[in-house]
C-alpha cells in the first residue's frame, strides 16, 4: 500500500483541502456528533471508522451536504463554506455517496446517473443517445458493463451503488465521500472498486472513507481517523496503528467487559431448522436453537440473514423444509401465530417495524400482549400502566414516566421496550436481528447483560449480527451465512475471528 | 435509439388480451359492433377519455390522485358555453373554457404541493366546489352553443380522420414526446419514484408538481371542450363518472400507484378497453341502469386480474 | 390509549411547543361555539328550541356515517363508497317492506347488505392489494348501479307508519334518530378506546407494519374495520330512507365527503392512529351547522356542494398546520 503524500512532518507543508472544525449536530434524543474535527488533503484516502452510532455516517452526511450541521464550520481550502444541499456541495467538488441512495427506481440508469443534468439538443429535448453513451463510459470505469436503458430497479444494490457512485463522478468532485460502500459488494467488486479508488487517489482527488471493516481499510488507507461517541478519539497514519488498539480505541474499553456471558448448559431444543429454504432468501439452512443458549448467525448485510428471521416468524414464503419449535413441527404462517407459540422478533429496523413511535412507553410495552392481559376484552389503563411500570424498573428503561412517546427515548432506551413487550408476552424464544445497532456503548452493555439473564431464565435466544467481536463475545455456537448459505454450527471455542471472519467473505468454502 | 419507446411485449399488461377476448366476444353477440361507422363511434367517444385519462396518468405517476377531473371537465364545458353566450368567438371561448380548467388544477397543485394536503381530499374538495361553482353559474342547466366551427370540431374529418380522434392523438403523441424529451417528463417519474432525490438534485421538486396537477387540469378542460363540441351544450354534469373511467384506464393500462411505474403510452390501452366495452354494451341493447354496475363490476376485475398476474409473475421483476 | 399518548404532553417540560399542543385539541370545541354565536347573531331563529332540535335531527345521519368513517380512517384507510351504501341499503329495505317483508328482517337484510358491502371493501383491500380509494371507489359505483338497478328509475314513498316512526317519532321530547345516533356514538367510542380490538385499531392506523410485527392480524382487523363502516352507512340509510319516507337512488351521494370532513374537522388524522369519536362529532355538528345556517339565510341550494367543499378543504389545511404544531 502506497501513500500518495509524504509521510510525517512534511504533511503540513500541503494545505488540506476540506476541513471540518467543532462540528457538532443533535437529532432528538442523541447527541450524534459532539465538536468533531476532521481533514482530507488532496490524493489521500482519509479513513473515518467507528463503531455503529459512533457518528461517522452522519460527519459524512454532514460533509456532502446531506445533512446541516449545528455548530462548527466546514473550509474548502482554508474558506469557509455554507452547504444547504448535496447539490450545492456538488458544485463545490464534494461529492458523496452514501447508504440510502438518492435514485428514481423506475427511472433508468442513465436518466438517473444524469438526474437534472441531461445532455440536450437545441437546450430543450433531451439528447438520449449522449446521455447513454457517457453513462455507460462512467459505468464502464468502474468495471460495470450494464445496459444502461432498463429500469434502476432491475438491478441489485450492489450496481444501484455504482450507479449511485457514477452519479457523483459525473460532476467531477475533487473530494469523494465514501460511506459504507463495501457493504454491498463482492470481494472481486470491492476489488474493483479499490483499484478505481487508487487511481483516483493517482490523480490528486481527496478520498473520505467511510467504515468499520478493520479487514479492508488496511488495504486502501493512507490515515485514520477514529470517532467513538460522537468524538474524536484519535486520528493517524494507516501503518502506524495496529488493528488490536484501533478496536480498543473504537470499543473504549476492555473487550471482555463488553460480553458478559454466564456460559450454562443449554436445555431442549427450542428451534430445530432442517432444509429450509425461503423464497428470496437463504436457501436449505439447518439451524439448532436451544434452551439456555444464545445461538449467534454472523454475516455480511445482505447475505439472507434477516429474511431467514422473517421467515421464522412468520413473514415470508418458505419454499422447502421443516421447522420444529419447542418439539411440535409448525409452519409460519403469520407473526400473530408465531406470537402465541411464543416467539418474538426483535427487528433491525427498530423504527419502523419494532415500535409504533408516537405511542407512549406504556402502550407500546402491552400491545403485543393484549388479549393475554385482557381476555375479557375490555382494557384498563391503569393495568397497562402497572405493567409498563414494572418493566420499566426490571429493564431500567431511562424514561421520567410510562406515559412518554417513545420517539423521546435513546436508541438503547428504545430496544428496552421492544424487548419489554416480548417479556410481557412470555415468550420462550426470542430473535434478535442486529442488537445493538445504532446505540450507545454504555447501552450496549446493559443490552447484553439482560440477554444473557434471558438465557439463565431458560429462553432461548437467536442473534443476528454483523458486529464480529459481538457475535464472538455473546455467542455460545456460531453459524456463518454467506450469500444466502449458512455454514455449519461451530462452538464458541471453534470459532475464532479469522475463521469466521473468512466465511463471511466466503472464503473456504466447500460448495454445496 | 428510442427504447423506452416501443412497447416491450413482456410489458404489455395482460388486460389488453381481454381486448382482444371482448373483440372477438362482441363480434359474435353485437350485429353491427364491426361495421366502420361504429368503430368511428368508438374512436369519437374515447377521445375525451384519452386526453382526460392523459392527465390522470401523469397525476397518479406523481403517486398523486385528481378526483376532481370529471367535473372539471364539465365546468370547462360551462365556461365555454357561457363565454359563447356572451358572445365571444367560439375558438377564444373554448380557449377559455380550457383556461379555466387549468386554473382548478393550478389549484389543486398548490393545495397538495405547497400546503401538503393528501390528493384524494383535495381534489375530492375542488370538486365538490368546482361543482358547487358550476351549478350557480348555470343555475343547473344545460347552455346550448350552436356554431359551425363547433361543428367542424365534434364532427368534421381532417387528414381522414375525425376531428375529435386527431386532436387526441396529436395531444397523445405530444404528452408522449413531453414525457420522454423533457424535464417536465422526467420530473413526473422522479417525483412519484423519489422526490427527495429530484429535489436534493436542484429541480424545484414542489414547482414540478404543481406543473402536473396544472397539465392535468388543462387536459380535463381540453376534454371538456370535446365533449361539449359533441353535445353542443355545456352542463357541469356532462363529466360525472368520467373520473373512474380516466382512473381505471390508467391502471388497467398498466400505471401503478405505489411505484411510478407505467407510463402515457400504455394508458390508451386502457381507455380501448373501457370504450369498447362502453360501445358494445350500448350496441348490445343493455339499458342504461345497468351499465352503471356492469361496467363498475368489469372494471374492478381487469384491475384485479392485472393485480393477479403482476404478483404471479412479479418474482422475477428485480434480478 | 392515545389518550396515554397525548398526555405525554403535559408531562413534559412546560414551554411553547406544548402550548400549541395544549390548545390543538381545544380548538374544535371552540370553533363550534364560535359558529353556534354567529348563527345566532345571523339569524333570529336560530337559538329556538324548535330550531335546535331539528339541528340535531339533521345532524343524526352524518353523525352515524361519520362514526364508521371513523374507524375506517383511524386505521389508515378510507371509504368513499358510504354514500352509495347508505342509498342501496335506504332502497333495499324499502323495496322489502313495500313488497311485504315485516320491518325487522327487512331492516336486519338491510344491515346484512351495508356489512357485505364492507367484507368486499375489505376484501378488495387487503387479498387484492388495491388502494383504498380505488378499491372503495369502484364500490361505490357498483353500488350505485345496483341501487338503480333495484329501483328502476322510480321513488318508493308511502312506507308504514311503524317504520317511519324510526325517522320521526319521539321518545319523550327527543326525536328517535337522536336516539340512535347517540347509542351508535357512545358504543363505537367505547369499542375504540376500551377494547382490545379498539386499540388494535390505533395500532394498525399508527404503524401497519409494527401492528404487524407486534402479531396483531392485520387482515382480520382491516375486514373488521370496512365491515363496521358499511354496517354504518347502513344504519344511516335506513333512517334517511325513514326520516324522508322515501328511497330514490343516489340520495347518499353528498353524505360521503361530508362524513370524511367531519372526521377530518374532529381531529382524526387520514395517516391514522390519531382521533377519536367525540372529535367527529364535533366536527359532523359544524357541518351541518353550516348546512343550517345556510338554509336559514334563505341560500339556494345549489351553493351549498361550493361552502362544503370550501369548509372541508379549509379544515383540512387547518388540521395540517396545527398537527406541524404539535409534532
Excluded at chain 1, 454491498?184 to 482527488?205: H, N, Y
Excluded at chain 1, 429450509?276 to 445461538?295: A, H, Q, T
Excluded at chain 2, 379555466?100 to 405547497?114: D, E, F, K, Q, Y
Excluded at chain 2, 387536459?219 to 368520467?242: E, K, N, P
Aim: glycine share 12%.
Amino acid at each position: 500500500m502506497r501513500s500518495a503524500f509524504p509521510k510525517g512532518e512534511s504533511m503540513a507543508s500541503q494545505a488540506a483541502l476540506l476541513q471540518a472544525r467543532g462540528i457538532s449536530k443533535e437529532f432528538p434524543g442523541v447527541r450524534a456528533l459532539e465538536n468533531v474535527d476532521f481533514d482530507v488533503y488532496p490524493g489521500e484516502v482519509h479513513i473515518l471508522i467507528g463503531e455503529n452510532g459512533a457518528g461517522k455516517s452522519t460527519l459524512g452526511k454532514i460533509l456532502m451536504g446531506a445533512y446541516k450541521h449545528d455548530s462548527g464550520e466546514i473550509l474548502l481550502e482554508g474558506k469557509s463554506i455554507k452547504i444547504n444541499r448535496p447539490v450545492e456541495a456538488l458544485r463545490y467538488g464534494i461529492g458523496g455517496v452514501h447508504q440510502e441512495f438518492m435514485l428514481v427506481p423506475w427511472l433508468n440508469v442513465a436518466q438517473n446517473i444524469f438526474l437534472n443534468r441531461e445532455p440536450r439538443r437545441w437546450g430543450i429535448v433531451v439528447d438520449h443517445q449522449r446521455m447513454h453513451e457517457e453513462s455507460r463510459r462512467l459505468l464502464g470505469s468502474l468495471d460495470v458493463h450494464i445496459d444502461t436503458t432498463q429500469p434502476l430497479k432491475h438491478f441489485g444494490t450492489a450496481i444501484q451503488q455504482m450507479v449511485e457512485l457514477s452519479k457523483v463522478m459525473a460532476s467531477n468532485p475533487r473530494v469523494l465521500i465514501l460511506d459504507e460502500p463495501t457493504a454491498v459488494l463482492t470481494e472481486r467488486e470491492v476489488e474493483c472498486l479499490f483499484k478505481r479508488i487508487r487511481e483516483l487517489r493517482e490523480q490528486g482527488i481527496a478520498i473520505i472513507f467511510i467504515s468499520h471493516r478493520l479487514q479492508e481499510i488496511r488495504e486502501i488507507g493512507d490515515r485514520v481517523t477514529v470517532l467513538r461517541d460522537g468524538k474524536n478519539a484519535a486520528t493517524g497514519l494507516m501503518n502506524e496503528i495496529s488493528n488490536d488498539e484501533l478496536v480498543r480505541i473504537m470499543v473504549g474499553r476492555n473487550i471482555s467487559q463488553m460480553y458478559p456471558r454466564n456460559r450454562r448448559l443449554p436445555g431442549e431444543e427450542a428451534l430445530h431448522l432442517k432444509g429450509l429454504s425461503v423464497k428470496g432468501g437463504p436457501k436449505n439452512v439447518d439451524l439448532v436453537v436451544r434452551k439456555g443458549e444464545i445461538v449467534g448467525i454472523s454475516g455480511l448485510v445482505g447475505s439472507g440473514r434477516t429474511e431467514l428471521a422473517r421467515a421464522i416468524f412468520g413473514i415470508g414464503q418458505i419454499e422447502q423444509g421443516e421447522i420444529t419449535l419447542f418439539g411440535d413441527k409448525v409452519t409460519p404462517r403469520s407473526p400473530a401465530q408465531m406470537v402465541r407459540k411464543r416467539v418474538g422478533l426483535i427487528p433491525e429496523d427498530r423504527k419502523h417495524l419494532g415500535l409504533t413511535m408516537k405511542f407512549s412507553v406504556a402502550w407500546n410495552v402491552v400491545i403485543a400482549s393484549l388479549k393475554l392481559h385482557f381476555p375479557h376484552f375490555v382494557v384498563s389503563y391503569s393495568k397497562v400502566s402497572r405493567l409498563a411500570e414494572k418493566f420499566v424498573k426490571e429493564l431500567r428503561i431511562a424514561t421520567p414516566t410510562v406515559s412518554r412517546q417513545v420517539k423521546y427515548l435513546s436508541g438503547g432506551s428504545q430496544q428496552k421496550v421492544v424487548l419489554a413487550k416480548w417479556l410481557n408476552t412470555d415468550s420462550k424464544l426470542l430473535i434478535f436481528d442486529e442488537p445493538t445497532r445504532g446505540i450507545d456503548v454504555g447501552a450496549k452493555v446493559e443490552i447484553h447483560t439482560l440477554m444473557d439473564n434471558l438465557v439463565q431464565n431458560d429462553i432461548a435466544i437467536l442473534m443476528i449480527s454483523s458486529d464480529l467481536p459481538e457475535v464472538l463475545g455473546m455467542s455460545d455456537a456460531v453459524y456463518v451465512m454467506y450469500q444466502g448459505k449458512l455454514s455449519e454450527r461451530f462452538s464458541h471455542e471453534e470459532a475464532t475471528q479469522d475463521k469466521v471472519a473468512s466465511l463471511m467473505l466466503g472464503v473456504g468454502r466447500n460448495e454445496a | 435509439m428510442k427504447h423506452n419507446f416501443h412497447l416491450r411485449i413482456a410489458n404489455i399488461p395482460p388486460v389488453s388480451w381481454i381486448v382482444l377476448v371482448l373483440f372477438i366476444v362482441y363480434g359474435f353477440f353485437a350485429p353491427g359492433f364491426f361495421s366502420a361507422s361504429n368503430l368511428w363511434n368508438i374512436g369519437v367517444q374515447a377521445a375525451p377519455l384519452l386526453v382526460l385519462a392523459i392527465g390522470s396518468t401523469i397525476v397518479i405517476l406523481t403517486e398523486g390522485i385528481d378526483l376532481s377531473c370529471g367535473i372539471v371537465l364539465g365546468f370547462a364545458g360551462v365556461g365555454f358555453a357561457l363565454l359563447v353566450q356572451r358572445g365571444v368567438p367560439v375558438w377564444l371561448a373554448m380557449l377559455g373554457g380550457i383556461l379555466l380548467a387549468g386554473l382548478c388544477g393550478l389549484i389543486n397543485g398548490v393545495m397538495v404541493a405547497s400546503l401538503h394536503l393528501p390528493p384524494f381530499i383535495a381534489t375530492l374538495g375542488m370538486a365538490s366546489v368546482v361543482t358547487g361553482a358550476g351549478l350557480i353559474s348555470t343555475q343547473g342547466l344545460s347552455i346550448a352553443v350552436r356554431d359551425t366551427f363547433l361543428d367542424f370540431v365534434s364532427n368534421g374529418t381532417l387528414l381522414g380522420i375525425k376531428m375529435p380522434i386527431l386532436i387526441a392523438l396529436v395531444i397523445f403523441g405530444g404528452v408522449l414526446f413531453l414525457m420522454r424529451y423533457t424535464a417536465f417528463g422526467r420530473n413526473i417519474y422522479a417525483l412519484g419514484g423519489n422526490p427527495e432525490a429530484l429535489r436534493l438534485s436542484g429541480a424545484n421538486s414542489t414547482a414540478a408538481l404543481i406543473v402536473t396537477y396544472v397539465a392535468a387540469g388543462l387536459l380535463a378542460g381540453i376534454a371538456g371542450i370535446l365533449v361539449a363540441s359533441r353535445t353542443a351544450s355545456g352542463h357541469i354534469a356532462s363529466g360525472l363518472g368520467w373520473d373512474f373511467d380516466a382512473i381505471a384506464a390508467c391502471i388497467i393500462g398498466g400505471t401503478s400507484f405505489e411505484e411510478g411505474k407505467g407510463g402515457v403510452g400504455y394508458t390508451i390501452l386502457g381507455v380501448i378497453l373501457i370504450a369498447v366495452l362502453r360501445n358494445g354494451l350500448n350496441v348490445a341493447g343493455v339499458p342504461n341502469m345497468y351499465q352503471f354496475a356492469l361496467m363498475g363490476t368489469v372494471v374492478l376485475g381487469a384491475i384485479i386480474f392485472d393485480i393477479m398476474v403482476r404478483r404471479l409473475s412479479g418474482a422475477e421483476e428485480s434480478r | 390509549m392515545s389518550e396515554v399518548a397525548e398526555s405525554a404532553g403535559f408531562l413534559d417540560k412546560w414551554n411553547g411547543a406544548d402550548l400549541k399542543r395544549f390548545i390543538g385539541p381545544l380548538l374544535r370545541p371552540l370553533g363550534l361555539l364560535a359558529l353556534c354565536i354567529l348563527l345566532s347573531f345571523l339569524s333570529e331563529n336560530f337559538f329556538t328550541l324548535k330550531n335546535i332540535i331539528s339541528v340535531l335531527r339533521q345532524s343524526t345521519i352524518l353523525v352515524v356515517v361519520s362514526v364508521g368513517m371513523t374507524v375506517v380512517i383511524l386505521a389508515a384507510g378510507i371509504d368513499l363508497s358510504v354514500g352509495g351504501v347508505m342509498a342501496l341499503v335506504g332502497c333495499l329495505t324499502s323495496q322489502l317492506i313495500v313488497n311485504g317483508m315485516p320491518i325487522a328482517p327487512a331492516i336486519v337484510c338491510g344491515l346484512a347488505m351495508g356489512i357485505v358491502f364492507g367484507l368486499l371493501n375489505g376484501v378488495l383491500i387487503c387479498v387484492f392489494g388495491l388502494p383504498p380509494f380505488v378499491a372503495t371507489y369502484g364500490m361505490m359505483w357498483i353500488a350505485d348501479g345496483l341501487a338503480m338497478i333495484l329501483m328502476q328509475g322510480k321513488i318508493i314513498f308511502g312506507l308504514p307508519d311503524s317504520f317511519l316512526w324510526l325517522g320521526s317519532g319521539y321518545l319523550s321530547i327527543i326525536p328517535i334518530p337522536v336516539i340512535i345516533a347517540v347509542v351508535v356514538a357512545i358504543v363505537f367510542h367505547f369499542y375504540l378506546r376500551k377494547t382490545v380490538p379498539g386499540q388494535e385499531i390505533y395500532a394498525l392506523g399508527a404503524n401497519r407494519d409494527a401492528a404487524r410485527y407486534s402479531g396483531i392480524k392485520t387482515t382480520k382487523t382491516l375486514l373488521l374495520v370496512y365491515s363496521l363502516s358499511g354496517l354504518t352507512a347502513a344504519i344511516a340509510g335506513i333512517m334517511m330512507t325513514a326520516r324522508l319516507d322515501a328511497a330514490e337512488e343516489g340520495m347518499g351521494e353528498p353524505f360521503t365527503l361530508q362524513a370524511i370532513a367531519a372526521v377530518v374537522m374532529g381531529g382524526s388524522s387520514l395517516m391514522g392512529g390519531e382521533g377519536g369519536i367525540p372529535g367527529t362529532i364535533i366536527g359532523a355538528l359544524i357541518l351541518t351547522l353550516v348546512v343550517n345556517g345556510l338554509n336559514l339565510m334563505g341560500v339556494s341550494s345549489m351553493v351549498h356542494p361550493l361552502v362544503t367543499g370550501g369548509v372541508i378543504l379549509v379544515a383540512v389545511f387547518f388540521d395540517i398546520v396545527t398537527r406541524k404544531w404539535s409534532d
